[in-house]
């Protein structure tokens, strides 16, 4: 069971965004928030130069501050917290929290620290969960390896997160599956977020470093639109003037009010409502394999071909599809088959997919 998580994703994001569709909305469109203090117990995050100054500390009193205000404002908006004290929580039950109450959003807030001692960056970044970024070893590559890191001292980690390793990033992939429609919510809520940040002149607001992507384990698990917000550098003095003080932290707490709000005004016109009336693409892809059981990260055949995309059919036997190429057009689709079956997939054929299901392909 433990080992179907990552699945159970898929299909709880599906499932969400199919009753998205089917019930339209009236009232109110985001009722709950979750708000996720990041770290916390015995797991500090980041730390200032000198070790007083601790991550965990600062995201909590940033989010009570936010969920203050949020609360004020909006009395039809629930507020619920992944942690309201100083204790460790594992990052899948964060997002599972958020599944489970049904929450319209996830917020999770961290602060950021740099390897470099010297030209520290500076400034708020803010990421949505996405694709597979393995091959950029960066700066930002960093913040994941970073906050993904402490799933080693969760129990069992290894079989909870279905293999997937935080030393390496290529086993991401047993995570990449999030809604199309959700993803491009985060993206607009993460996009409000980091302006009203970038606004602030208390931040390090004139260096931008912008919305990004990464394969966030917090964030993986949310099957609605999530982001993660990275305030400040801790080794950065400048962004440290800020998060050190109540004041300070009061402050990015308003920027993020005045973020979610933007992101509320804009829901009519960009929002879940305008996805209602979108009629899915079919999408033409080629299978190269159907397993009973979920396949571990560790398969030969994922890291041979890390593209490899799942489709989870549930009323089948070999419900789990592993697919390879996406195509508008059934023809290129049939050309790249093709090839595969001269090369490494001699049983290889065309698939379509409609919404993450499958549909038949003629
Ligand atoms: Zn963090």
Known sequence: MKKLIPVLVVILSVCNSYAIMAQGFSGPVVRKVVIDPGHGGHDPGALSPDRKLREKDINLSVAKHLGAEISKKYSDIKVIYTRTADVAVDLDKRGTLATREDADLFISIHVNSAKRTTSVPVGPETWVFGGDRSRRKDDSYDVVLKENEVIKFEENYEAKYEGFDPDNPESMIVFNFQKDAIMRQSRILGSCIQQSLRRSSFLGGQNDRGLKE????????????????????????ADRKILSTENGRRNIARQLMLGFEEYLESYGENGLSAVNTEVPEIQYRVQILSTREALPASHETLKAFPATE???????????????????????????????????FPDAFVIAVKDGKLVPAN
């Open 214 to 237: 990464g394969g966030f384990v917090v964030l993986a698990y949310c099957s609605m639109p999530a982001i993660l917000v990275e305030m400040g550098f801790l080794n950065s003095s």
């Open 310 to 344: 799942l489709v989870v059919c549930n009323d089948q036997i070999y419900k789990y599809k592993y697919t390879l190429g996406n195509f508008p057009d059934r023809e290129d689709a049939q050309e790249y088959c093709n090839n595969l079956r001269k090369s490494d």
